[in-house]
């Protein structure tokens, strides 16, 4: 098992390599955003300029778990900003608090579902509560069906990083945290969520989204483990509670995901540790009185930039004025090296 981390650890080095090899010939500047685009959707779009990364054979498997690492990523942006934008949102109201049927309402309001198609320029019935994820999807020539493997992989196809309704744009538009009204954010997260167990279901029950679930080791199957959540088992929740989800009224969608996946969740975890920033009477929700403001999202993909100072250290990659990677000569020798000692491995 060491073995085979430390093989992982070292593809990774070696793909950062390539893909910041890649950028610095295509003149693009090599950050975690290019990376995850294209590690996610296989391309970054920048001001118009495509850039399509080409994964060398040897390292197709780091870069697919990478991939599934970016689901659970964006699962998680979308979860942390439904919790912000709650809050927020209570903020407002008090010790009485709110019930959740109300707050959900409330991403029906006029002045909710004008901002909201401003920034995703949708026709604005789409992002009525009424109206699902299928028929916002049907607005991008994705199949209006029910939710498989098909529908997901076409959606793949329609909704590349350059997309109002992409997961990168979404997240850019969550932490900016920019709305004129809390439920905003709520609406947008809520559209985040959709599109990327959209864009996952293709992947359930491949070895790799198992290979995602699995407790990071023995200990961890422990205190956390039980309360972590990933897209499948998000999925897999929507599908026994609503059946037919995608067609679903995002007010169904909505009220069961703030219930049991952010509220309930969140109990859980302060349960086992953490503070609690919510009190729940019932369905009647309210903030909790802390010293500490949440007004961001703080989850961040520190893996990458833990990554990228190790090849700085090692002298393979180097730094611009502006903080972007950039590879070295030296950097450029041990890749190609590397690489074609993986492709004689593979003879």
């Known amino acids: 098992m060491a073995g085979e981390k430390h093989s992982r650890r070292r593809q990774s080095l070696l793909l950062i390599l390539e893909l910041c090899r890649q950028a610095d010939r295509a003149q693009r500047r090599f ?36 991939q599934m690492f970016y689901f659970h990523y964006y699962m998680s942006v979308a979860l942390e900003g439904f919790l912000l934008y709650l809050l927020s949102r209570l903020g407002t109201s008090g010790l009485k608090g709110e019930e959740l049927d109300s707050i959900v309402a409330s991403l029906d309001d006029d002045t909710v579902r004008d901002e909201v198609a401003e920034l995703v320029p949708f026709p604005r019935d789409l992002f009525s509560i009424r109206s699902s994820p299928a028929s916002l999807y049907a607005h991008m020539r994705v199949p209006r069906a029910p939710l498989d493997s098909n529908v997901s992989a076409c959606l793949d196809a329609r909704i590349r990083p350059n997309s109002a309704v992409s997961e990168c744009e979404l ?26 167990l959209g864009r996952h279901k293709q992947w ?8 995602l679930m699995r407790p990071p080791n023995r200990n961890a199957a422990g205190a956390y483990w039980h309360i972590s959540l990933f897209p499948r088992t998000i999925s897999a929740g929507l599908t026994q509670s609503l059946g037919d989800w995608w067609n679903a009224p995002w007010r169904e969608i909505a009220e069961f995901v703030l219930f049991n996946y952010v509220v309930r969740q969140h109990l859980k975890m302060a349960n086992n540790g953490g503070g609690s920033l919510l009190h729940v009477d019932g369905k009647r929700l309210s903030a909790a009185d802390t010293h500490e403001k949440y007004e961001k999202i703080g989850v961040r993909n520190a893996r990458f930039h833990s990554a990228v ?34 492709a004689r491995a593979r003879e």
């Open 31 to 66: 950050d975690d955003v290019l990376f995850s685009d294209a590690v996610y959707y296989g391309e970054s779009t920048d001001n118009g300029e495509r850039f399509k990364a080409q994964v060398p054979e040897g390292l197709n498997d780091i870069a697919k778990r990478w």
């Open 171 to 196: 997240e850019s538009l969550l932490r900016r945290s920019e709305f004129a009204h809390p439920s905003t954010g709520l609406a947008v997260s809520f559209v985040l969520l959709a599109t990327t």
């Open 204 to 211: 359930e029950k491949h070895k790799l989204d198992n290979w």
């Open 309 to 342: 100072q190790i090849l700085v250290d090692l002298g393979l990659l180097d730094r611009t004025d502006e903080g972007d990677a950039v590879i070295t000569k030296e950097g450029k020798a041990f890749l190609k090296a590397e690489l074609t000692a993986e």
